[in-house]
């Protein structure tokens, strides 16, 4: 069954509206974190997931600590916090349990996700903050488990409003809404115009802002690929995707063919 993707004007909206029906196209492959996404199974397991983290009590504005090293984990991520009505705060996986904690501390957040390489720093983190439940996309001691929010039954997502829900809330402390996101993704395009033929490789990390939240948001809404770039030999990696557009150190998007 085709899963509803939240409400009209949100980023989950906009992104996947057409999701579904890419099917098995590729919208994401993470070189760097091994994780291949198809549309299809992408969407999925954002509503699936956002489904069991109601079930669990999260609620419509509560904030979401998102601290993993990977491109790919981070997508499954800040969709599935952004379609439960959450609010993501990027935590840099560079930070020491105790710089996490006074962050987690600042924006009140009240649930972290993580992966199973940083679960111990994680959970040392939540402890010295408000965070109630640590939730690891794999198994890890003193988490929950990712997948098991896959098997709960689903029930209905919130509704939210674009133009004041809440999605980023930012290192620096500024907070981006619904809208903002979308404007922070228009941005990025009005250099490039992607189209459902492109490509995009990215050399960019995970950290505490938003512009590869922005630029996966971006490139997933137009039905184009994004490859992570996993170091190393990045023409090869060009010639081998056909790469149409990459990612510069500055935060911006430049058409290469």
């Not at 009240?110 to 903050?129: F, Q």
């Not at 408000?130 to 003193?142: F, I, M």
């Not at 404007?183 to 992607?194: C, G, P, Y």
Request: proline residues 5%; charged residues 20%; glycine residues 10%.
């Amino acid at each position: 069954m085709k899963p509803r993707v939240s409400t009209s004007g949100t980023v989950i909206h906009e992104v996947f509206r057409r999701a579904y029906e890419r099917g098995d196209r590729p919208a994401l492959v993470d070189l760097r974190g091994g994780h291949v996404y198809g549309y299809r199974k992408l969407v999925t397991q954002v509503t699936r997931a956002a489904s069991g983290l109601v079930r669990r009590g999260a609620r419509r504005d509560q904030v979401v600590g998102v601290h993993v090293p990977t491109a790919g984990a981070q997508t499954l991520a800040v969709h599935t916090v952004l379609a439960a009505g959450g609010v993501v705060a990027p935590v840099d996986p560079a930070l020491c349990p105790y710089e996490m904690a006074a962050w987690l501390r600042q924006c009140d957040a009240r649930t972290l996700i993580t992966t199973p390489d940083l679960a111990e720093k994680a959970v040392m983190a939540a402890e010295a903050s408000r965070v109630r439940q640590v939730v690891s996309l794999g198994s890890a001691l003193d988490t929950i488990d990712f997948r098991s929010l896959l098997r709960l039954a689903p029930t209905a997502l919130p509704t939210l409003d674009a133009k004041h829900q809440g999605a980023l809330v930012l290192a620096e402390g500024r907070r981006l809404s619904h809208a903002g996101l979308l404007m922070k993704m228009a941005e990025l395009d009005l250099s490039v115009r992607l189209a459902e033929s492109d490509v995009v490789l990215t050399t960019w990390r995970p950290d505490g802002g938003c512009d590869l939240p922005a630029l996966v948001c971006l490139a997933v809404s137009k039905g184009a690929l994004v490859v992570v770039s996993g170091g190393g030999d990045l023409p090869g990696t060009g010639h081998d995707y056909r790469v149409t557009v990459v990612t510069s150190p500055a935060g911006e998007l430049k058409r290469v063919r």
